[in-house]
């Protein structure tokens, strides 16, 4: 995991304001989030996985027409999207009661490059509501965790970005094919758990009832 000059004092104020809030009991934190404030949050803020879409939909079409770096650039733009911005984003205003306080750590934890180091936080997240393992969630036939190979793909893009690497067409459809199981494999049976669905362009919304 890559180290970056902010993470130390976002984390030392990560940890005071989790001392803070919840000063004998640190680990109810992430199990006090309910479903039902987390559903409250997507309603009010359904397109907040537009950008997540419309960048998958920017590396398909990129990919179709040759343009294999690019196309792995917006899928691992997707990838982080979806993790972050659709799904610790709400982690974080769940947990801090203030707007206030609550922009200002999503400003720095989810506006920084990477997701490795919430890993063990979406892991929780994923396993309090939809009651599995994140770490074993994986693309079918393939024995990597698909939260590993993102990993990848997230390092291949930093390649391409920093040091001006090319790609084959092959690391492109397989960044691509992680984009799209990050969304099918993760995101939506997160949703689904909590009583919400997908709709139009990336809309969230009720599911309906059986």
Request: aromatic content about 8%; glycine content about 6%.
């Amino acid at each position: 995991m890559s180290y970056e000059p902010g993470d130390d004092a976002f984390g030392e104020m990560y940890e005071r304001i989790s001392e803070e809030l919840y000063p004998e009991h640190k680990e109810q934190a992430v199990t006090e989030f309910t479903a039902e404030r987390l559903q409250l949050f997507y309603l009010s803020n359904p397109m907040v996985m537009r950008p997540a879409v419309d960048s998958l939909q920017e590396g398909k079409r990129l990919l179709a027409n040759g343009h294999s770096p690019a196309a792995v650039v917006f899928c691992a733009t997707a990838i982080e999207l979806l993790l972050k911005a659709t799904v610790l984003q709400p982690i974080v205003y769940g947990l801090v009661h203030s707007a206030g306080l609550a922009e200002i750590i999503v400003k720095y934890a989810v506006g920084q490059t990477g997701f490795d180091r919430y890993r063990e936080l979406l892991s929780r997240l994923y396993q309090e509501l939809a009651s599995l393992d994140l770490t074993k969630v994986a693309r079918d036939g393939v024995s990597n965790s698909l939260i590993d190979e993102s990993k990848r793909v997230q390092e291949l893009r930093n390649g391409i970005i920093h040091k001006g690497l090319s790609c084959s067409t092959s690391e492109a459809d397989h960044a691509y094919s992680v984009a799209v199981a990050v969304f099918q494999k993760i995101v939506v049976p997160m949703l689904w758990a909590i009583g919400l669905t997908v709709g139009d362009k990336g809309r969230i919304e009720r599911r309906p009832i059986a």
